[in-house]
């Protein structure tokens, strides 16, 4: 339904549930892990997500990083890289180098995840993400952020992974 979220994502201590919506019901996904590898196919830590989706740029660990490309039209970018490792990241920004559009995280030697910053907004002078698209080799996803919101309160069960039995599906 319009309006209403097409999936939910919650994080406590101990575990990590995906909560969605398939025919008018719903399912329920839960793992230990504090990634997406289980729940979406794609491993990507959820805090990266929700640096992202607060306007942030996730950086993963690394002992040297340079710029390339400076003046090129499509942007430049700064790549990442861990001794002994190789290349563990890299950052693509815009032409203006105001805004950073495509992060690339690497597993050994292969893609962890690339995030595509599609679209942003201003929400209380934050710029958010308004689409982000997120993939690798096996599987995509992609966030459609019609709500967002700073300092806002939210009740406890917004919280409760627990899904009512009657809308459980069969």
């Known amino acids: 339904m319009a309006g209403q979220p097409g999936a939910r994502l919650i994080c406590d201590g101990a575990q990590c549930h995906l909560i969605y919506s398939e025919n008018g019901c719903y399912r329920k996904i839960s793992t230990s892990e504090k990634n997406l590898r289980h729940l979406a196919g794609i491993d ?3 805090a990266d997500l929700v640096v992202l989706l607060g306007g ?19 942007g430049p970018v700064m790549t990442l890289k861990k001794r002994f490792y190789g290349e563990v990241g890299k950052i693509y920004f815009s032409p203006d180098t105001d805004r ?26 934050y710029v958010v993400p308004d689409i982000l698209r997120i993939e690798n080799d096996d599987a995509a996803m992609v966030l459609n952020v019609s709500r967002a919101g700073f300092g806002v309160s939210y009740p406890a069960d917004a919280f ?3 899904l009512p039995e009657n809308d459980r599906c069969r």
């Open 100 to 125: 950073v559009e495509i992060i690339e995280v690497y597993g050994f030697r292969q893609l962890k995840y690339r995030a595509e910053i599609i679209s942003t907004r201003v929400v209380d002078g």
């Open 56 to 74: 942030g740029v996730p950086v993963v660990d690394h002992d040297t990083a340079w710029m390339e490309g400076s003046g090129d039209p499509t």
């Open 44 to 46: 990507m830590a959820v």
């Open 160 to 162: 409760v992974p627990a």
